[in-house]
């Protein structure tokens, strides 16, 4: 059947235009082969897909594409990416433009945005011009809602996953590399284990990490339809976390690990915490930290909201001064990456959240040794985003 004429805003797109564009991670989900055309005249909105075309390399020299390959960036290739806010205070913030002019990569992972800050490590970010959103044959926008998962099973079973959560201190504190070693010991353990990392900005390090560590299936909020969870407000991110979990539930997951991205100050951050949801669905916490101070001001602000954490893990745990400042200052043990890792230790964990105990670690343990504890972070570094 012959497609329509296009109206004034829109551009036919030629045969094999989108095949050979760089289609990013966060777009993976969708089906662009949907795409009849371009609509060259609007406000973009969160998770709409774009063609864009790269004008000068900055930042980010290369894109994640949907299969987690880093494809090099040439000025003049034309990328598939979706429109999404970013925060990250080690990189940029980014918010969406509000029309289709020139805008910026923010993350390797496929968003479009407007740089509104950038940390002064970071070199000029990746420009961008957009050809036009992707519409199907309707005229409708293809947005990453379009590629969400099937819905699973309304509400937890009875008996519910051990659920951890992994919450942190501020971003590169250590969360991502403590998540995946306490998945790979509860996998070793012989527990079936999945993942979700709820909260954040689209980039495929963390999941393909999560799984390489054991985790199985791994969830992140690009399966909820969003490219980043910035700026969405809480009722959509308590929609992602309520999704994810229901899904892993239904999956036949016995226990899931959950990863919160950036600190507890963090605005998502901070509203799924303080949320009952969260409290209902999370049986136990690993604060993650880079030093003492940020180690006791998180177990504050986290005890204050009615959660205590069992442990504390992270950056700090390859520096035994570090190590020992933060557990005289917080009262919490240091559970380095070699414990969270080890199947018996994770087993221990599992069965004491599974009886609603109390969690076996307060006899004296050996603080985590150094050099193991940066050899383990150092084989768990997720390229940056």
């Given amino acids: 059947m012959p497609l329509p004429a296009p109206n004034a805003s829109q551009t036919l797109l030629g045969p094999g235009r989108l095949e050979r564009a760089n289609r990013a991670y966060t777009t993976r989900h969708v089906d662009v082969g949907a795409a009849r055309a371009l609509l060259t005249e609007a406000a973009p909105r969160v998770g709409d897909l774009v063609l864009a075309s790269v004008d ?64 002064g490590k970071m ?100 399966f909820a339809g969003l490219p980043s969870t910035y700026r969405v407000g809480v009722e959509e991110v308590l929609r992602v976390f309520t999704e994810l979990t229901d899904r892993l539930a239904g999956d036949g997951c016995e226990a899931i690990v959950i990863e919160v991205a950036d600190g507890v100050y963090q605005q998502e951050t901070a509203a799924l915490l303080r949320s009952a949801l969260f409290a209902d669905r999370v049986d136990a916490l690993l604060f993650a930290a880079s030093d003492a101070l940020g180690a006791r001001a998180g ?34 043990q240091v559970w380095g990456l070699e414990r ?9 964990l599992y069965e004491d959240l599974l009886r609603d105990g109390p969690v076996r670690g307060a006899q004296d343990l050996p603080d ?7 050899d383990l972070a150092h084989a768990t570094l997720t390229q940056a985003v």
């Fill in 123 to 222: 070199s000029d970010a990746t420009t961008l011009t957009p050809v036009g959103l992707l519409v199907d044959e309707a005229g409708l926008r293809l947005n990453l809602r379009h590629g969400v998962l099937p819905p699973g099973p309304k509400g937890m079973p009875r008996n519910r996953p051990v659920t951890v959560a992994v919450v942190g201190a501020s971003m590169n504190a250590g969360k991502t590399a403590t998540a995946a070693h306490l998945a790979r010991g509860l996998r070793q353990a012989g527990v079936r284990v999945g993942a979700a990392k709820v909260t954040g900005t689209g980039v495929g390090g963390d999941v393909w990490l999560l799984l390489d560590a054991g985790a199985f299936p791994v969830y992140d909020f690009t």
């Fill in 299 to 332: 177990s504050d602000w986290l005890q204050r909201h009615g959660m205590t954490p069992v442990a504390l893990s992270g950056v700090l745990s390859s520096s035994p001064l570090a190590t020992r400042e933060a557990e005289a200052a917080t009262g919490l």
């Fill in 340 to 348: 969270l890792g080890a199947a018996d230790e994770a087993r221990a």
């Fill in 56 to 119: 000068l390399i900055g930042q980010h020299t290369r894109i994640e594409q949907r299969d987690g390959r880093r494809a090099t960036l040439f000025p003049g290739d034309e990328v598939v990416v979706a429109y999404g806010d970013r925060y990250a205070p080690d990189q940029f913030e980014g918010t969406i433009p509000a029309d289709l002019g020139p805008c910026e990569l923010v993350a390797a992972g496929g968003v479009a945005s407007k740089v509104q800050a950038a940390h």
């Fill in 368 to 374: 985590p040794d150094p050099a193991v504890e940066l």
